[in-house]
């Protein structure tokens, strides 16, 4: 219980008990636990969302609502991520341009853009998917499972590649010393519990199919990460979390699209 409050504290802005400190070594091993927050996020997301269907027309607005609620309880530190990785790529052009780049709290042009339009593509993407069906536990599902299994890919990522910085900053400190086997098999457990409790409620199994796309883009980004920076940082994970979510949504309204 510690381990899994001591992930709440660093990956939301949720209350946790007092005696909860920023051990180290808690931090670290809290990894595991990553993709469980993904359950909470998911599901003060979707419980925003239904609220809103309530209050309000079920149009955009609910939908709009729900992103505000998941960026507000992770206080946008995988978005903060992503647009980082923007900059520092997009500006780049070496390990240690791109380093100091991301390191840089000021936001730049490539991130402003990624930032604006990964937002857009999410928000439009869970319009199509929410919008679409009525909402239920497979509905409910779908959202949660996209922040389970996008956190589980980020945790991959961690025992995947070594850490890229020499220095090891404040965001970094509860990854930057790896991922053991027997915590990324609770991770997994964790990332892939609400995608298997969807399958076994709707009895479709092409679901699991969509492993296949995040596999192909945590490759890429891996490849990608391996190439330029000889390993990940913080933000790195925050984008891996970030486009493989997005992923996810996609695959299930392209589902939506092709079955109709």
Not at 27 to 32: A, E, F, G, K, P
Not at 111 to 118: A, K, S
Not at 152 to 169: E, F, G, K, Q
């Amino acid at each position: 219980m510690r381990l899994f409050f001591t992930a709440l504290m660093f990956y939301t802005r949720l209350p946790v008990p007092k005696n909860i400190d920023h051990s180290a070594d808690a931090l670290n091993r809290s990894t595991m636990f990553f993709p469980l927050i993904g359950w909470i996020v998911g599901g003060i997301g979707v419980g925003i969302y239904w609220l809103g269907t309530v209050l309000f027309p079920p149009t955009y607005l609910p939908v709009l609502f729900s992103i505000i609620a998941t960026v507000w309880v992770t206080g946008a530190f995988h978005e903060d991520g992503f647009a980082d990785v923007c900059d520092g790529f997009g500006g780049g052009w070496t390990k240690e341009k791109i380093l100091a780049i991301m390191k840089d709290s000021r936001l730049g042009t490539y991130g402003t853009i990624g930032l604006v339009l990964l937002l857009a593509v999410k928000f439009f993407a869970l319009q199509s998917l929410l919008g679409v069906e009525t909402f239920g536990w497979a509905v409910a599902l779908k959202y949660i499972s996209a922040h389970s299994l996008s956190r589980l890919t980020a945790a991959t990522v961690i025992s995947a590649l070594p850490y890229a910085r020499d220095d090891l900053d404040a965001k970094a400190k509860p990854i930057a010393q790896g991922i053991t086997a027997s915590q990324l098999t609770i991770a997994a457990l964790f990332g892939l519990a609400p995608l298997l409790a969807l399958v076994v409620y709707t009895t479709l199994w092409i679901y699991l199919l969509f492993l296949i796309p995040l596999a192909l883009v945590r490759w890429r980004f891996i490849w990608f990460f391996n190439k330029w920076l000889g390993g990940y940082t913080g933000d790195c994970l925050g984008a891996v979390q970030q486009v493989t979510e997005v992923v996810v949504y996609l695959s299930f309204v392209s589902l939506l699209w092709v079955s109709v």
